[in-house]
């Protein structure tokens, strides 16, 4: 059975993670060997989700990483105050969700959603 699903992205600038990952997201730096730091949130049951798309919805680019929260409007509001660029929305999408895209410091593509 399948416990955990981890997102790996390569990088020689693990440091700069901590800006968007832990100070704009709010995630716990959960592991730190200098090597590698994952982020998630302490004490919390992660679901085990993996998906494929040939498009990220709404004729948009595939995503490399989608993030669900609870608080779009203010996450919105630190991305843009960190200076990270809006390449979407923020979008009501017609399948019941609020999202926008940014990219995070390595270029990554991110969905950052909340449902309706």
């Given at each position: 059975m399948v416990k955990r699903i981890v997102l790996d992205i390569d990088t020689p600038e693990i440091a700069k993670a901590q800006t968007f990952y832990q100070d704009?997201?709010?995630?716990?730096?959960?592991?730190?060997?200098?090597?590698?730091?994952?982020?998630?949130?302490?004490?919390?049951?992660?679901?085990?989700?993996?998906?494929?798309?040939?498009?990220?919805?709404?004729?948009?680019?595939?995503?490399?990483l989608s993030i669900e929260v609870d608080n779009l409007e203010e996450i919105l509001e630190k991305v843009k105050l960190a200076g990270f660029p809006i390449e979407y929305g923020p979008v009501d999408e017609p399948w019941g969700v609020r999202r926008f895209y940014t990219k995070d410091p390595f270029g990554k593509l991110i969905n950052i959603l909340c449902h309706l």
């Open positions: 704009v997201l709010g995630l716990d730096l959960l592991m730190d060997h200098g090597w590698i730091a994952t982020y998630g949130l302490n004490n919390q049951q992660m679901d085990i989700q993996i998906s494929f798309a040939k498009e990220g919805g709404s004729g948009t680019p595939t995503p490399d």
